[in-house]
């Protein structure tokens, strides 16, 4: 009986071991990792904005172009104001650190259900070094969750140059579209706001002029993306900023 106690405890005892030495190497792989996989995450990031811009990257060392081309900024809701930032870090720090407060129904209605007092922009830059575009971050709710994407808009504040749905759950085939190139330049040149900053561009079936038509067997997912604009490019998100640029440049 001595001998099968002694046995089942030098088995425990290895299990014990053998768990302790994966867990320190599991908690040693991950903390060795995140750097790379933060490293990673913000390439993808770069990439998207430049993507989404018309910046040709094959071939580019991506944070070397993306230094060279884009301006990262933050602008506040609260104050108008617009902030030049450094890294990526410096901007995602200064949001998660900005006041959040809930928006009105709305943004509830295209899914966004709070927000920081700082959003993200991105001031795209052609080889000389003169002001491209306007690349802002929009997110809104689909069909299966939340959508995210990148919208870039002209000089002028009112037309948009590019948009990309970097992340999304919606159904391939169908809703799942809304990362076709082929149905994404349907919103290139399109008027976004108009003179008076309401928002002009919209995504519906039998779509008039200067509208996108509505992806065919998605039409939850046409509305989200037709909500996530009309919000993101209102006076509750954007829209401060787009006036600016409609009054002669970001100041």
């Known amino acids: 009986m001595a001998d099968n106690k002694e046995t089942v405890g030098r088995t ?12 320190i190497i599991v908690a040693g792989s ?11 995450a913000a390439e993808a990031k770069q990439l998207n904005i430049m993507a989404t811009a018309g910046i040709e990257t094959k071939g580019a060392e991506i944070a070397t172009l993306f230094d060279k081309r884009v301006k990262t900024l933050g602008y506040n809701l ?7 930032f450094d890294t990526l870090g410096q ?31 991105y001031e795209i830059l052609n080889d000389s070094g003169v002001t491209d575009s306007y690349v802002l971050d929009l997110r809104g709710a689909g069909l299966w969750g939340m959508m995210y994407a990148f919208l870039a808009i002209e000089p002028n504040g009112e037309n948009i140059r ?8 919606e159904t391939p085939g169908l809703g799942g579209e809304i990362q076709n190139p082929r ?17 002009t561009i919209a995504v519906r079936k039998a779509a008039k002029e200067g509208e996108v038509d509505a992806l065919s067997g998605a039409t939850i997912t046409s509305d989200g993306v037709n909500k996530t604009l009309k919000f993101w ?4 998100a954007y829209g401060g900023f787009l006036a600016q640029l409609r009054d002669g440049g970001a100041k």
Do not use: M
């Open 162 to 169: 590019g948009i990309y749905f970097y992340k999304h759950g």
């Open 183 to 199: 149905w994404t330049a349907r919103f290139n040149g399109l008027q976004a706001v108009d003179a008076s900053g309401d928002v």
């Open 91 to 121: 901007l995602e720090g200064a949001i998660e650190n900005s006041a959040a407060f809930t928006v009105s129904k709305e943004g509830t209605e295209a899914g966004v259900r709070d927000q920081h007092q700082v959003v993200p922009v």
């Open 12 to 23: 425990f005892a290895v299990v014990l071991v053998l768990c302790l030495v994966c867990s």
């Open 233 to 236: 490019l209102s006076n509750e």
């Open 78 to 84: 609260a104050t108008n104001e617009i902030v030049s």
């Open 30 to 40: 991950a903390v060795l990792l995140k750097p790379r996989q933060q490293a990673n």
